[in-house]
């Protein structure tokens, strides 16, 4: 037996219970993964919420980035051996687990220039930053973007990246401690959304030609300021709902400029998708060992003591990643 986090009922935090749980053996093309991190994404309140689209039947582990070694392998699997340092994210619930068992072609291998705390923090959020900015729509030098909740856990990464590509990078946080984090992270311009509008403000950043990208994880709040804020022909990339879902958009809000509309979601380009996980990984792997991502695991808290972090990121008061150490016990 090992110790995780379980959902019975969904609800607030109150609801995450530290229990025992039976791991189990790995099966044919399986793993057993003794975990060293685990990073805490907003999508885990959704599942915990139960709102999620994919939210699991109860009771279930949630949680869906870490990084850990191998401790046993199945039948039949040759792309790991036990020993393995790796990492892995995945929209299959079940991270919050001192030890978990996986199916080995979700996970991808940590090189050892990368340490596996900061592997766990940005593995899921490295991972929708680089589908963001590569597929979502394709960042080149001299673009400028706007990137919501840019002091996030996946806006950090998607700032940082979009400007070591070359890009001009504004980012809209709510408060003066986010917007100083942001500017470290290359956001050019920070919009204090709170106290300026921040349609206004781009449209004088960029002398009235608006962006080319808007990367929006908020949803209802921000999205049709978010169109206001394009130019022709500009993209809209929608990736999260943290304030709920948008309203139903009319042909008119995106006929007028010519624009497109899209939802990225990183399941889509990693799930059931090897190859493309696997080059993904090893790009997101490598600007980390070379500096130009730099991993903030600004939050550290027990496994066991993470209903406390839920109530953090809840009432937005973190910022970077978010990460959890199993308790050894
Ligand atoms: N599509 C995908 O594949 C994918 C993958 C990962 C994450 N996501 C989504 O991306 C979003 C960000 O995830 P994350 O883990 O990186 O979280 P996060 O950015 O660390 O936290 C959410 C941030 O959004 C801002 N926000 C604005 N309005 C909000 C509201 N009404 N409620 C809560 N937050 C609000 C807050 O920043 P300010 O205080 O600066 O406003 C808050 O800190 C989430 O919606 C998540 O579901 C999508």
């Not at 892995?88 to 030890?99: F, H, I, M, P």
């Not at 986010?178 to 470290?184: G, I, N, S």
């Not at 994880?217 to 500009?234: E, M, P, Q, W």
């Not at 993904?280 to 991993?295: I, P, S």
């Amino acid at each position: 037996m090992v110790k995780a986090i379980t959902v019975h009922k969904h609800g607030g935090p109150e609801v995450l219970r530290w229990e025992e749980v039976e791991v189990g053996v790995p099966k044919e093309g399986e793993i057993r993964l003794k975990q060293n991190a685990i990073g805490l994404n907003f999508l885990d309140v959704y599942m915990r919420q139960g709102l999620h689209n994919r939210a699991p039947p109860l009771p279930f582990t949630p949680g869906m980035e870490g990084a850990g070694v191998v401790t046993a392998v199945g039948p039949g699997v040759t792309s790991c051996q036990v020993g393995d340092v790796v990492a892995y994210a995945t929209l299959q619930v079940g991270s919050y687990a001192q030890e978990r068992i996986l199916r080995a072609d979700q996970v991808v291998p940590v090189p050892s220039s990368v340490d596996p705390v900061e592997a766990a923090a940005v593995i899921f959020k490295g991972l929708t930053a680089h589908v963001l900015i590569h597929k979502g729509f394709k960042v080149e030098r001299g673009h400028t973007i706007l990137v919501h909740a840019a002091a996030g856990g996946v806006g950090y990464l998607v700032c940082q990246w979009a400007n070591a590509i070359g890009a001009t990078v504004i980012g809209t946080v709510s408060n003066m401690e986010k917007a100083v984090q942001a500017k470290e992270d290359g956001c050019h311009h920070v919009i204090l959304y709170k106290e300026e509008n921040f349609v206004d403000r781009v449209m004088e950043i960029t002398a009235g030609k608006g962006v080319e990208v808007v990367y929006d994880s908020v949803g209802k709040d921000t999205f049709n300021g978010s169109l206001a804020c394009l130019k022709k022909r500009g993209y809209l990339v929608l990736f999260g709902m943290s304030s709920g879902e948008p309203d139903p958009v009319c042909v008119a809000q995106i006929s007028a400029k010519s624009l497109y509309y899209t939802f990225s979601s990183v399941g889509e380009y990693t799930e059931d998708n090897r190859d493309e996980l696997l080059v993904a990984a090893e790009e997101l792997f490598c600007n980390v060992a070379n500096g130009v991502l730099k991993v903030r695991v600004n939050h550290k808290y027990p496994l066991s003591q993470v209903s406390q972090a839920h109530m953090a990121v809840e009432s937005r008061n973190t910022t970077g990643s978010v990460v959890l150490i199993p308790d050894e016990e």
